[in-house]
């Protein structure tokens, strides 16, 4: 089994700057993560609102953003070690959400993270 572990949250002020990171450890099978693991991702679920995508890498390094985080957040990840890092900048208060991360891997497996939350005030 795989477990997806977050880093905390917190509150910041509006055009500040958070990172969150992620990681995922375990095996699928007996086969270990880093040998199946294709790509991760963040998600974010506003309060009274759905979730969406924030921002998705893959294990090769190709990105994807939501238009209305474009040019302010930045994901990277570390392959060897199964963890994902969002940067977050110009911090606006609608970008306040519970932020959860997801990890793929071959064979169309994913697992998420419990989630945290990330307050920007005005």
Do not use: H
């Not at 609608?94 to 939350?117: H, I, N, Q």
């Amino acid at each position: 089994q795989v477990q997806v572990v977050e880093s905390v949250g917190g509150l910041v002020q509006t055009g500040g700057s958070l990172r969150l990171s992620c990681a995922a450890s375990g095996t699928i099978s007996v086969v270990s993560v880093d040998r199946g693991f294709s790509a991760m991702g963040w998600y974010r679920q506003p309060l009274g609102k759905q979730r969406e995508l924030v921002a998705r890498i893959t294990r090769g390094g190709r990105t994807t953003y939501t238009d209305s985080v474009k040019g302010r957040f930045t994901i990277s990840r570390d392959n060897a070690n199964i963890t994902s890092y969002l940067q977050m900048n110009s911090l606006k208060p609608e970008d306040t959400a519970a932020y959860c991360s997801k990890a793929e891997f071959w064979g169309a497996m994913e697992y998420w993270g419990e989630g945290t939350l990330v307050t920007v005030s005005s």
